[in-house]
């Protein structure tokens, strides 16, 4: 079964930027489609951005399009989050996701896409 192990969360002034990071036990290439979610409290789950291997294509929210870019170094099989110009309503516990055989599109919109998830990585944007 595909590991996910997500990191790079913290605490960061409104403005400022966070990388978070995804490994994953094996290559994901070719095969899965892999992401990004986050839930804030007493929200639910949302998908922020992913990225289908199979196609190329990423997804983004709109709430973060432009400010969030979605990346990959398949030698390492990671995938980042480069997070810029962060809002408060940032706020969140960010997971790491990936589904086999769907497109980023799908991955983020669909919840029963998703095969795998990381643990999550809390990520705080305060003054």
């Known amino acids: 079964q595909l590991q996910l192990v997500e990191s790079g969360g913290g605490l960061v002034q409104p403005g400022g930027s966070l990388r978070l990071s995804c490994t994953a036990s094996?290559?994901?290439?070719?095969?899965?489609?892999i992401g990004w979610f986050r839930q804030a409290p007493g929200k639910e789950r949302e998908g922020v951005s992913c990225?289908?291997?199979?196609?190329?294509?990423?997804y983004y929210a709109d709430s973060v399009k432009g400010r969030f870019t979605i990346s990959r170094d398949n030698a390492k099989n990671t995938v980042y989050l480069q997070m810029n110009s962060l809002k408060p309503e940032d706020t969140g516990v960010y997971y790491c996701?990936?589904?086999?055989?769907?497109?980023?599109?799908?991955?983020?919109?669909?919840?029963?896409?998703?095969?795998?998830w990381g643990q999550g990585t809390l990520v705080t944007v305060s003054s």
């Open positions: 996701s990936a589904g086999f055989l769907v497109s980023g599109q799908r991955l983020c919109n669909i919840p029963n896409a998703v095969d795998t």
């Open positions: 094996a290559s994901t290439a070719g095969f899965y489609a």
């Open positions: 990225y289908g291997s199979s196609d190329g294509v990423t």
